[in-house]
């Protein structure tokens, strides 16, 4: 478990930064502690090791195939998701009466993190499964309700998200699969969806689609999406599985990671005979969907900071161990291991500050969820919706790109070895390179910030993100040490530079939209590394007075002010040129044209 995750990291995040003990007050986790959470999380690390961990090169070395009858997966894949869902880890934030342990989503969130960082592939059977039935729970009707979500949060059942179609990819506005209304209230349902993960395996008794669809004579474009209930096996109003619901691997994707996973082509209605059900309101289907895809970005970003955090104690480990080259001159002196030398350490601090940071992202995000479903007034919640709203392409997109690089560092530190299959970093980046497409790409992350999140409600997230910016810097400079108070002074001259930017592709974008929004990615890589240089600060307040703990405890906190000196020397300077950049409004992407290439 040692290579999965840092679980004193992981306690330091929790209770010290985030302070998730307080979530207690709130009356849906009254009955909540320290040590419930410490029992759900060592729970999940138990199982990650017996069961997720040790199954995790096999899944990638054995992916599942298509024998043109049914998708055969090795067993090891089942036997872990059933020990998941029979531990009440699909149900883990509903109520005990339905087999949950009414966690915080911030909790949850910490205990998927675990999984994620043992074996990725097979975790995402369970949380897609979590993420629909969320769905049916928020939307859904109360006979839906009875019908689906008890064998789905107990694993009988699983659930996917089917959104992509061949012809439109990301453009969902271009969705073309039909759903015609049929005399018994259900609807047939036609076409072709790619890239479904999970969308076939004998894993479960059922698999249940959510998919979106237009119903005949809908508007077009998004506005006419509407979302339906689609299983593999019908099921009666009694809940007793039927015949077979017309819905046809039509073959299996090969990725370069997540292989463990697999990623379908589905047609539906092959044969006319695919019923589905409508979720809530006809027309309504992106916005219900929305709250599935939101929730996968969040999982995204966590998945990204842990295959880097794994991948960076597989590296710390293997750093220590080593033995290469030596401190001097002297050719007769025995060699050491290769953490002693300073480039060794720089990639090792990179992965640090990259993955470290990335997890304290991933669960303030989930902090916000508990908080803008149960603080105590209208207000309280509106500030959580807002920072969630707007980092969320963050907390997708951040995570995506330098967990990768993490992995990347983390090869390089196993020197010719870590380019070969028989090391795990090798893996490591191919499952993490998935992330960057997992759930819209980052220009479509780029673009939902820039040209839809910092200017909702005029600027109302921005302002209030700002705020809570100033309220670190103002504790950071209040403290006596000395470095603490410069990044401070660099954190606070970042965020004015941001504000500043971002007026000036406001008035850009005003003008013309196009213009103001080329150059999107930058203002989202830029934007990231001002938001982790915030997350760093928040972490060395925390650390720097226990700096001088004895032993392993100084040791833990005396690394935390090392690797927030490093973001501050080393990665929140790149947002100096990616300013000067933004602010010109360069037209060299823009303006290229297609013969030119």
């Known amino acids: 478990m040692d290579k999965i995750i840092d679980r004193r990291d992981l306690d330091f995040v929790l209770y010290d930064l985030l302070q998730v003990e307080e979530l207690t007050r709130y009356p849906r986790f009254a009955e909540h502690s320290r040590q419930t959470f410490a029992s759900a999380i060592g729970t999940a690390l138990a199982i990650a090791e017996q069961k997720f961990a040790p199954c995790n090169r096999k899944c990638d070395a054995n992916e599942p195939h298509f024998d043109g009858e049914r998708v055969h997966v090795i067993p090891e894949v089942k036997e872990a998701i059933d020990a998941f869902a029979q531990a009440g880890f699909i149900a883990a934030m509903y109520d005990e009466a ?54 789905m949060l107990t694993g009988r059942y699983f659930g996917t998200m089917v959104l992509t179609e061949p012809q439109a990819g990301s453009s969902l506005a271009d969705v073309e699969t039909s759903a015609t209304p049929r005399p018994d209230g259900t609807y047939a349902i036609k076409g072709n969806k790619i890239f479904i993960s999970g969308g076939d395996h004998e894993l479960s008794d059922n698999i249940v689609h959510m998919v979106l669809a237009r119903i005949p004579g809908a508007p077009p474009g998004v506005k006419g999406i509407s979302l339906f209930i689609v299983p593999k096996y019908r099921v009666d109003s009694e809940g007793r599985l039927g015949a ?27 044969n006319d005979g ?127 790109r330098y967990g990768v690089e993490a ?128 997350i760093w600060l928040k972490q060395a307040l925390v650390a720097w007075p226990k700096r001088s703990a004895d032993g392993a405890e100084g040791d833990f906190y005396r690394g935390k002010l090392g690797a927030a000196r490093y973001f501050f020397h080393w990665e929140l300077p790149k947002t100096g040129p990616q300013h000067t950049l933004l602010r010109s409004l360069d037209t060299s992407c823009l303006e290229m044209q297609e013969g030119w290439f």
């Open 98 to 151: 339905q087999g949950g342990m009414q966690l915080p989503y911030c909790v949850t969130l910490a205990c998927y993190a675990i999984f994620r960082g043992a074996n990725v592939a097979v975790d995402a059977y369970a949380t897609l499964t979590a993420g629909a039935a969320d769905l049916i729970h928020e939307f859904g009707s109360p006979e839906q309700k009875a019908r689906y979500l008890a064998p």
């Open 244 to 270: 077979k619901n017309d819905v046809a691997l039509a073959g299996l994707i090969h990725k370069m990671g997540y292989r463990g996973t697999t990623s379908t082509m589905l047609n539906f209605g092959e």
């Open 274 to 400: 695919c019923a589905g059900e409508l979720v809530g309101e006809p027309h309504r289907g992106l916005t219900y969907m929305f709250q599935m895809m939101n929730a996968a970005r969040v999982g995204v970003g966590l998945g990204a900071a842990m295959l880097g955090y794994t991948g960076y104690l597989h590296a710390l480990d293997y750093a220590r161990e080593r033995l290469q080259g030596r401190s001097g001159k002297d050719p007769h002196a025995p060699p050491v291991p290769i953490i002693r030398h300073a480039d060794v350490r720089r990639m090792l601090l990179a992965q640090k500050a990259y993955v470290e940071g990335a997890l304290a992202l991933c669960l303030y995000a989930g902090l916000l969820v508990d908080r803008q479903k149960y603080a105590a007034t209208d207000e309280e919640r509106r500030e959580a919706r807002l920072l969630l709203d707007l980092l969320t392409p963050i907390v997708k997109t951040w995570p995506s």
């Open 407 to 534: 992995n990347s560092l983390a090869i390089q530190v196993h020197g010719g070895y870590g380019y070969t299959r028989e090391y795990a970093v090798e893996q490591f980046f191919r499952d993490n390179r998935l992330n960057e497409i997992h759930e819209g790409t980052s220009g479509i992350q780029a673009l939902d910030l820039l040209g839809r999140k910092v200017i909702a409600e005029n600027g109302a997230p921005l302002r209030l993100f700002g705020r809570a910016l100033a309220e670190t810097v103002l504790a950071a400079r209040g403290c006596e040490d000395a470095e603490l108070a410069q990044h401070a002074a660099h954190l606070s001259d970042a965020w004015e530079r941001l504000v500043e930017t971002t007026r000036v592709l406001g008035g850009a974008m005003a003008k013309n939209p196009e213009l103001g929004l080329a150059n999107a990615s930058v203002y989202l890589d830029m934007f990231g590394h001002t938001v982790m240089a915030w």
